[in-house]
């Protein structure tokens, strides 16, 4: 009878959890490997991250693989906040790293973490067109790991942890082996997926595809330099006005409050340096619940049940807030939080429009950076029970 008990107790510790099971707290089963990796947040049980390093060449012959990173960001985006995960709130963070350009420290094996992980988009697309190329030596080993041993990955098995690494030498160079780096990333339940940029045979017999294959990653080979097409939608200039609208409601506080709104516009020019297209790509990654900017806009914050607005000083508000009571100042957030509300639901109604004609008015490209992303994202997601049904 005993063993009987013990074989059935021994049978539920080992059956996986999914995303479809209740873990009042899966972060616990894993201990952290270092203080350095200790963050004093806590994890929030009902939620599911979808952790993403993205490892971009910044040699000389990689200035077409930043292009498509800096153009199909919001795209990217957008496709990963359709995502499920039964009854969890999903959350996307994005690292960054750059490899291979000789501006970059020697003694670091030539790479830089530019952005650890992060949920602030703007932040991330600051940083991307911040980035420049310049020759150098491409280690693909070398940042596989150190992107494994620096960043914050999540502990529990039930998160959906990438690396996505795009380059174009071989995958092989460097002073750390890409077997050992992809080894220790299977250990902690990291996928590695590679993105070749170049032809599709010259990627697997430069070693891409093993890199990939090692951790049941997906290998991928893409034109690069191919500029990247956005469709225009009758929907857009509605969705641009939108825009304008929904920029108003947020209302900044605290010492960076001024400097991260003027970030937001920043990124909302940079997203038309490409085109309106990508301007309204931009728009509806706002309208996402992956756009949230506690740190510095008291409309989001107020969603937090821990964030007191009593906390705030006069100081740290807009001169036009300065002088209005606590329950004033209440009741303005109110106000514009239900016109965001209402401008991103209008938002999103007109993306389902937008989406369907483009649908029908464009050829899937295959080739290009986005495309490998949320192929691999999707599939893999799938082994978590991360789905992207209607």
Known sequence: MKTIYLWGLLCLLIIPVSCQAKNKNPELAFEPESSQQIHTSKTDPNTKNIQVALLLDTS???????????????????ELSYAKCGHYKIKLQIALYEYGNDHLPSKEGHIRQVLPFSDDLDEISKELFALTTNGGNEYCGKVINTSINQLDWKKSNDHLKLIFIAGNEPFNQGPLNYKDAAIDAKEKDITVNTIFCGNYRQGIETHWKDGADLTDGEYSAIDHNKETIHIATPYDD????????LNNTYIYYGNEGSKKMSLQAEQDSNARSYSAANAVSRTI??????????????????DDENFEIEKVEKEELPEELKDKSKTELKQYISQKSNERKDIQKKIQELNKNRLEYIKKNSKKDESNLETALINAIKNQGKKKAFNWEE
């Open 60 to 78: 000389n012959s990689m200035d077409g693989l930043i292009d498509q990173a800096k153009a199909q960001l919001w795209e990217i985006v957008n």
């Open 238 to 245: 509605i969705i641009l006005q939108l825009n304008r609208k």
């Open 285 to 302: 990654s706002k309208s996402s619940g992956f756009y949230k900017n506690k740190s510095w806009d008291l409309v989001d914050a107020a």
